[in-house]
T-cell receptor
Framework: DQQVKQNSPSLSVQEGRISILNCDYT??????FLWYKKYPAEGPTFLIS?????DKNEDGRFTVFLNKSAKHLSLHIVPSQPGDSAVYFC??????????????FGKGTKLSVIP | DAGVIQSPRHEVTEMGQEVTLRCKPI?????LFWYRQTMMRGLELLIY????????DSGMPEDRFSAKMPNASFSTLKIQPSEPRDSAVYFC????????????FGPGTRLTVT
């Protein structure tokens, strides 16, 4: 049972346009959400995060929106650049005691930005 | 800082052989995580440690898998005996108390079991 779902395996966007990557979750105990970016042959790298007490967080060209009632978050990239072409993972965390912060990942969305 | 270091980067072995994957976390980080990535299941957590102590190993698929962290700067994931279905990319990640949610990943080990 997937608790974090990224329903679009791939997305193609023209350079300069907006990229919107979506993520849905089922566990209402999740209280922190992150986006990771992964290039081929490299490990995932942290991109941006949002706490469940917020509905928006912005960092340069990247903005994450959280809709708790819909259990949905999205990552907006504006404007998209060819270097943004990568696999994007959505991750969610629920505090589970013993000071632990386990992350549950979606399966990823491959973004291709076309020059 | 060099980041999380994993070795080897690639491992090809025959079914039945023992495989040992190695990880050096970022200095000062007190959480260490082992993940496995496959096409079917995506990124799944296998086990994680806090201050060298295993906290949750519920993601370890079978008794063939074991992990150790003898000190703060080294961890191993061992598969014995290996099977073709173990073929995957294995990632190690670490995090610290100051930014506990943000995990820093190594480059991964691509394991192929023939």
């Amino acid at each position: 049972d997937q608790q974090v779902k990224q329903n679009s395996p791939s997305l193609s966007v023209q350079e300069g346009r907006i990229s919107i990557l979506n993520c849905d979750y089922t566990n209402s105990m999740f209280d922190y959400f992150l986006w990771y970016k992964k290039y081929p042959a490299e490990g995932p790298t942290f991109l941006i995060s949002i706490s469940s007490i917020k509905d928006k967080n912005e960092d340069g060209r990247f903005t994450v929106f959280l809709n708790k009632s819909a259990k949905h978050l999205s990552l907006h990239i504006v404007p998209s650049q060819p270097g943004d072409s990568a696999v994007y993972f959505c991750a969610a965390s629920a505090f589970s005691g013993a000071g632990s912060y386990q992350l549950t990942f979606g399966k990823g969305t491959k973004l291709s930005v076309i020059p | 800082d060099a980041g999380v270091i994993q070795s080897p980067r690639h491992e090809v072995t025959e079914m039945g052989q023992e495989v040992t994957l190695r990880c050096k976390p970022i200095s000062g980080h007190d959480y260490l995580f082992w993940y496995r990535q496959t096409m079917m299941r995506g990124l799944e957590l296998l086990i994680y440690f806090n201050n060298n102590v295993p906290i949750d190993d519920s993601g370890m698929p079978e008794d063939r898998f074991s992990a150790k962290m003898p000190n703060a700067s080294f961890s191993t994931l061992k598969i014995q005996p290996s099977e073709p279905r173990d073929s995957a990319v294995y990632f190690c990640a670490s995090s610290g108390q100051s930014s506990s949610y943000e995990q820093y990943f190594g480059p991964g080990t691509r394991l192929t079991v023939t």
